[in-house]
């Protein structure tokens, strides 16, 4: 083990599962901060009667050559001195590290103003994304609690356990997400609850499918503006930006990619039963 932690601490009713064995979750350095609302797997979700049977399959076996892969990938791309990401990727990473709903709903706007929607489709577009995100959002923390995941921070640190001869720790590694990385907001760390799946990932597959059953199509260019780089980046398509995400967590050095992988599959099915029909609706404006 590396490093002291604390006892864990209690939330209300819900208590943190901290764990020591290879592959479970526990709080990570420079904090070791608790989740400061592990309760949210428990909320029934709008569009499904339960949040276990969107649950996401299973991490990667840690002695698989999958796990050695995707392990390999973070500790390479996703460390604070990394010499192979570049500048744009670092970018990217920060950029997505911007509240999710937040800076989704900035898009909502813009793009309600670039395809001239009304009134009415301008709501439709608004609460059928945001109540896929809530979902998205539900289902993801019901699923990391039931698999309980490291993060890839301890992962890299204490590799010498998990019993794959394919990776090698390194006691010091760190992520990009690190209270030394210059943005603007919060220092950035390794997020306090378990790692799988993606709580981005979940919340962006399950907008950027609504998006597109709500357009017809994914081909539609936009931009988008993050407070953590106070800066625009623009995609020709949805997917391109749900792609970006995936990576960004990885170059943030947060995430495995299966993570982001299986958070993005889980937002198809949230989208179809979030979008809102048309019936009923008129334009007007």
């Not at 490093?3 to 479970?24: K, Q, T």
């Not at 609850?193 to 993606?198: I, K, N, Q, T, V």
């Not at 499918?209 to 980046?233: C, V």
């Not at 949805?238 to 995430?255: M, Q, T």
Request: aromatic residues 10%; contains cysteine; charged residues 20%.
């Amino acid at each position: 083990m590396v490093g002291s932690r604390p006892a864990p601490l209690p939330h209300g009713p819900f208590d943190l599962p901290i764990g020591s064995e290879p592959g479970v979750w526990r709080p990570t350095p420079p904090t070791f901060a608790g989740d400061p609302a592990p309760w949210v797997g428990n909320v029934r979700p709008f569009g499904v009667p339960s949040a276990a049977m969107i649950r996401s399959d299973a991490p990667n076996p840690l002695t698989s050559g999958e796990y050695a892969e995707d392990f390999n990938e973070v500790k390479q791309l996703g460390a604070l001195g990394s010499t192979t990401r570049t500048a744009d990727q670092t970018e990217a990473a920060i950029f997505w590290q911007d509240h999710g709903p937040a800076l989704w709903n900035r898009v909502f706007r813009t793009l309600s103003a670039s395809r001239g929607l009304g009134i009415a489709d301008t709501a439709r577009l608004f609460a059928s994304a945001n109540l896929a995100s809530a979902d998205g959002a539900i289902g993801c923390w019901e699923s990391k609690y039931h698999w309980k995941f490291w993060r890839p921070i301890t992962a890299i640190r204490e590799a010498d356990t998990d019993g794959n001869p394919a990776t090698e720790a390194d006691p010091a590694w760190t992520p990009l997400f690190d209270p030394a990385t210059p943005q603007f907001g919060t220092p950035l760390v390794t997020p306090g609850f378990p790692e799988h799946p993606s709580g981005h990932g979940c919340i962006s597959g399950a907008i950027v499918h609504t998006l597109q059953d709500f357009f017809g199509t994914d081909k539609i260019a936009f931009s988008a503006f993050s407070n953590r780089t106070r800066t625009t980046r623009s995609y020709d398509r949805f997917s391109d930006a749900l792609k970006e995400v995936i990576d960004a967590r990885v170059w943030g050095g947060i995430h495995f990619r299966r993570t982001g992988r299986r958070a993005r599959q889980e937002g198809r099915p949230l989208a179809r039963q979030a979008l809102l029909p048309t019936d009923g609706l008129t334009q007007t404006g």
